[in-house]
């Protein structure tokens, strides 16, 4: 059994950064691709990036110059560096990995952004 586990987040003032990691555990292979989501209170999740094993990113165009994801394939560890936050980036963020042909996902580490 896959288990992603989420660390990093926390509260930060307006226009600081914080750094997520994700690290996986329990299966023999490295995640294909893994992704960075969020929920607010009340709102859908949203995709915030991805990454493949290869190392192509996909941004939403909300995050995009703030925000940037990388990966350590030895590591089975994903990351996200956030920028220059905002009081909108404020939402739980979850981390997911592909791993032979199952999404798994993380419990949610909380990001609350200060104004």
């Known amino acids: 059994q896959v288990q992603l586990v989420e660390s990093g987040g926390g509260l930060v003032q307006a226009g600081g950064s914080l750094r997520l990691s994700c690290a996986a555990s329990?299966?023999?292979?490295?995640?294909?691709?893994m992704g960075w989501y969020r929920q607010a209170p009340g709102k859908q999740r949203e995709l915030v990036a991805t990454?493949?094993?290869?190392?192509?990113?996909n941004y939403a165009d909300s995050v995009k110059g703030r925000f940037t994801i990388s990966r350590d394939n030895a590591k089975s560890t994903a990351y996200l560096q956030m920028n220059t936050l905002k009081p909108s980036d404020t939402s739980v963020y979850y981390c997911?990995?592909?791993?032979?042909?199952?999404?798994?996902w993380g419990q949610g580490t909380q990001v609350t952004v200060s104004s």
């Open positions: 329990g299966s023999i292979f490295s995640p294909n691709a």
């Open positions: 997911n990995a592909l791993v032979a042909g199952t999404l798994y």
């Open positions: 990454i493949t094993r290869g190392g192509s990113t």
